[in-house]
T-cell receptor, first 114, second 112 residues
Framework: KAGVTQTPRYLIKTRGQQVTLSCSPI?????VSWYQQTPGQGLQFLFE???????NKGNFPGRFSGRQFSNSRSEMNVSTLELGDSALYLC?????????????FGSGTRLTVV | AQSVTQLGSHVSVSEGALVLLRCNYS??????LFWYVQYPNQGLQLLLK??????LVKGINGFEAEFKKSETSFHLTKPSAHMSDAAEYFC??????????FGKGTRLHILP
């Protein structure tokens, strides 16, 4: 079966712009989580959605937002981009609660802010 | 709150030698523990996980890990390293019905 699909794979944006990243989970997975990965900070949890509801949220500013649709697909949005937002953004899906089942990760979206 | 510490951001071993990547966790309730591997320009792939039951967990690619509650550890081992094992490895912890917290990762280098 298809894995977790993230689009686009690469993005270059200018400081101050906004960006939307997309994630399609594995069929049947209802939980989608987002992580930011940078060399200095490692994997930082952004948020988790389950059945269209945000179930968990990390310590990121309000410029970072997300949503989940009825088909479990998820998007995350970053507004007013800053240079420090340059990172690999990883989406991960889980059958139900991630802590109980573990994640399947997508290949990520590499965002570069210039 | 849960946390995980990976000892050593870089580990080098010779091809054919034992691989040992160290992970210690902190949790006030019984933890669920995971090891993931990440190859360049890819997402993370689950190697193995411990939830309950047998404390020695076998994973893919010949890796295994042992949950030691008394030492709050979940070290990852492989008897004989291959060049293809060169990657970054992440230990992670969660508790029932909660999110997963990742360590900062250990980059494994395999020397020919």
């Amino acid at each position: 079966k298809a894995g977790v699909t993230q689009t686009p794979r690469y993005l270059i944006k200018t400081r101050g712009q906004q960006v939307t990243l997309s994630c399609s989970p594995i069929s049947g997975h209802r939980s989608v989580s987002w992580y930011q990965q940078t060399p200095g900070q490692g994997l930082q949890f952004l948020f988790e959605y389950f059945s269209e509801t945000q179930r968990n949220k990390g310590n990121f500013p309000g410029r970072f937002s997300g949503r989940q649709f009825s088909n479990s697909r998820s998007e995350m949005n970053v507004s007013t981009l800053e240079l420090g937002d340059s990172a690999l953004y990883l989406c991960a899906s889980s059958l139900s609660v991630p802590g109980n089942y573990g994640y399947t990760f997508g290949s990520g979206t590499r965002l570069t802010v210039v | 709150a849960q946390s995980v510490t990976q000892l050593g951001s870089h580990v080098s071993v010779s091809e054919g030698a034992l691989v040992l990547l160290r992970c210690n966790y902190s949790s006030s309730v019984p933890p669920y523990l995971f090891w993931y591997v990440q190859y360049p320009n890819q997402g993370l792939q689950l190697l193995l996980k411990y939830t309950t039951g047998a404390t020695l967990v076998k994973g893919i690619n010949g890796f295994e890990a042992e949950f030691k509650k008394s030492e709050t550890s979940f070290h990852l081992t492989k008897p004989s390293a291959h060049m293809s094992d060169a990657a970054e490895y992440f230990c992670a912890v969660s508790v029932r019905d909660d999110k997963i917290i990742f360590g900062k990762g250990t980059r494994l280098h395999i020397l020919p």
